[in-house]
C-alpha cells in the first residue's frame, strides 16, 4: 500500500511486547518504509573500519556507553546521505558516518579527540542541526529502531528530524512472562521458538541444523521483570514528551496478532487517508 506523505516512526515497548513483529509487518504492508537502526550504523561503522567505528569499539570494548552525540550523528548522516534530510549548514561543520577525524574536502578537520568532543557538544544550532530541512516525500520514510530511548535523548532527536508518530505498545506484563516462560533459541542462527505457538518439530531441537536449542539468559523471570522495571522508569518520561507533541498513539491487546490490525489501520489514517 502506497503511503501519502512520510512517515517517521518510533515503536515504544516493553522487551518482549513484538516491536521486531510488528516493524516487520508495516515494512511488508508498506514498500515504501525503511528501517533506521542506531545498532545497525554502529556495526556497519565498526565493520568497515572507519575512524568513528574504530572509536565507537573501543568504547564499547572498555565497557562504556556509546553518546547520544555520536548516536544522533549517526542518524543525522544516514538521512543526510539518503537524501532524505538537507543541511544548510556550512561545509566547516559536516561530520561524515566515515570519520570523527576527517581530511576529505570540505569537512571539518580535528586535531584530537578533545576537538572532536567539543564539536559533538556544541550547541545544536552550532552543529547545523537546527538548519536541517526534512523532506516529506513518501519514499522517504522509515521506522527509528534503538534510538531514542529516554526522553533526553528524545529531546535531542527533535532538533534533527520530528517524529511524527510514536506507537506505544502494551501487552499485560503476566501474558509477556508466559510467551518468554515458553521460548527457546538456536543461537547460531537466531532462530526463536516458543513451545506455546511455535514449537520445533522436536522438542529442545533446531528444525534445521538438529542441534539443541537454549534457553536466553534474560528470559529468566526474575531477570525480565528488572529489565520490565527499568523500562517503565525511561518509558514514561518519553511517552510524555511525545504525548506533549501530539504524536503519542496506545495500542493494547494480547498478542501480536491482535495488535497488527489496529496499528496498520492507524498507520493508514495517518500516512494514506
Request: charged share 25%; proline share 5%.
Amino acid at each position: 500500500m502506497a503511503l501519502r506523505r512520510a512517515a517517521r516512526v518510533i515503536l515504544v515497548g516493553a522487551p518482549g511486547v513484538g516491536k521486531g513483529t510488528q516493524s516487520e509487518r508495516l515494512l511488508r504492508r508498506f514498500p515504501q518504509l525503511s528501517s533506521i537502526s542506531s545498532g545497525d550504523l554502529l556495526r556497519y561503522n565498526v565493520q568497515q573500519r572507519t575512524p568513528l567505528g574504530i572509536k565507537v569499539e573501543s568504547v564499547m570494548k572498555s565497557g562504556g556507553l556509546v553518546s547520544d552525540d555520536i548516536i544522533l550523528r549517526l542518524i543525522s548522516n544516514e538521512l543526510t546521505q539518503r537524501g532524505w534530510l538537507n543541511s544548510a549548514h556550512p561545509a566547516g561543520n559536516v561530520l561524515t558516518l566515515a570519520s570523527s577525524a576527517l581530511s576529505a574536502e570540505g569537512a571539518h578537520s580535528f586535531q584530537d579527540d578533545a576537538e572532536v568532543a567539543a564539536f559533538l557538544s556544541s550547541p545544536a544550532q552550532a552543529r547545523g542541526f537546527m538548519q536541517s530541512q526534512l523532506s516529506n516525500d513518501p519514499a522517504h520514510s522509515f521506522l527509528l529502531d534503538g534510538f531514542p530511548r529516554t526522553a533526553t535523548q528524545a529531546k535531542r532527536l527533535d532538533e534533527i528530524v520530528p517524529i511524527n508518530l510514536v506507537v506505544s505498545l502494551k501487552t499485560p506484563v503476566e501474558v509477556i512472562l508466559e510467551r518468554i516462560s515458553g521460548r527457546w533459541v538456536h543461537e547460531p542462527s537466531g532462530r526463536v521458538y516458543n513451545t506455546t505457538f511455535n514449537a520445533p518439530k522436536v522438542p529442545g531441537i533446531d528444525d534445521v541444523t538438529g542441534e539443541p536449542l537454549v534457553r536466553r539468559a534474560d528470559d529468566d523471570e526474575k531477570v525480565y521483570l528488572a529489565r520490565y522495571k527499568k523500562f517503565q522508569e525511561t518509558a514514561e518520561p518519553l511517552l510524555e514528551h511525545y504525548a506533549r507533541q501530539g504524536v503519542l498513539w496506545e495500542v493494547e491487546g494480547m498478542s501480536s496478532d491482535e495488535i497488527t490490525p489496529k496499528l496498520i489501520s492507524e498507520f493508514e489514517r495517518h500516512f494514506v487517508e
